[in-house]
């Protein structure tokens, strides 16, 4: 089992900038990933990093803008989510998968993002 707590969510303005953070605990996991949603069912891939090397991974749609890192004396990832825009709006989520290749296993709650124009 893989515990997450995502936090740091707000309202800020189009181009501000937030940092999000999950914490984590339980056991070892390969990958952890971050996932938005905006409407409907669907989460949105925004990034994930690769545990064993800490290699960082983007879609085109935050490449540039968001960034993923990791504190692991405080059990934490990060979110930094720079230039802001409206349809960065959303609930976002960690996420972790056990197996490299695998499904995202275990999730946290979510984090509300709201980016005003």
């Known amino acids: 089992q893989v515990q997450l707590v995502e936090s740091g969510g707000g309202l800020v303005q189009a181009g501000g900038s937030l940092r999000l953070s999950c914490a984590y605990s339980?056991?070892?996991?390969?990958?952890m990933g971050w996932f938005r949603q905006a409407s409907g069912p669907h989460r949105e891939f925004v990034g994930n990093?690769?545990?064993?090397?800490?290699?960082?991974y983007y879609p085109d749609s935050v490449k540039g803008r968001f960034t993923i890192s990791r504190d692991n004396a405080k059990n934490t990832v990060y979110l930094q989510m720079n230039d802001l825009k409206p349809e960065d709006t959303a609930v976002y989520y960690c996420?972790?998968?056990?197996?490299?290749?695998?499904?995202?296993?275990?999730w946290g709650q979510g984090t509300q993002v709201t980016v005003s124009s």
């Open positions: 339980g056991r070892t996991f390969s990958t």
């Open positions: 996420a972790v998968r056990v197996e490299i290749l695998g499904k995202f296993d275990y």
């Open positions: 990093i690769v545990w064993r090397d800490g290699r960082t």
